[in-house]
């Protein structure tokens, strides 16, 4: 089974340095998203905070971590990204995709629209 990408762009709230766009993995294993720390610096994304993620691999890790405009689909959120090692491949967490009522269809590893996005 294949993996899902989307293209994703990345902004500085408040900030006009620019964008950073990149195809991103689709992880809903992943609660926040993550790119490459340089990246995310040449773009004017400073760190707020600093957090503890276990990885996949069950080991823990505290990464660093900023706020940002999220787009992709042609919807639009906002959220933490994660300050990634410089050669990481960009992830998409689960918070962005749900915040916008985007789910992954299990059977083909689609992304697909939900009708109404829950409140319940």
Do not use: C, W
Request: charged share 20%.
């Amino acid at each position: 089974m294949g993996l899902t990408h989307v293209t994703v762009a990345l902004k500085g709230l408040g900030a006009a340095n620019g964008t950073y766009e990149a195809d991103f993995l689709v992880d809903t294993g992943a609660t926040d998203s993550l790119a490459p720390a340089a990246a995310l610096r040449k773009i004017g994304i400073r760190p707020v905070g600093t957090t503890a993620y276990e990885l996949a691999d069950g080991t823990v890790h505290e990464y660093r971590f900023g706020l940002v405009q999220i787009e992709f689909m042609g919807e639009v959120t906002a959220g933490r990204v994660i300050f990634g090692p410089d050669d990481a491949e960009p992830l998409l967490g689960v918070t962005a995709l749900e915040s916008v009522g985007i789910t992954i269809d299990p059977a083909n590893r689609t992304l697909k629209r939900l009708p109404a996005i829950p409140l319940k």
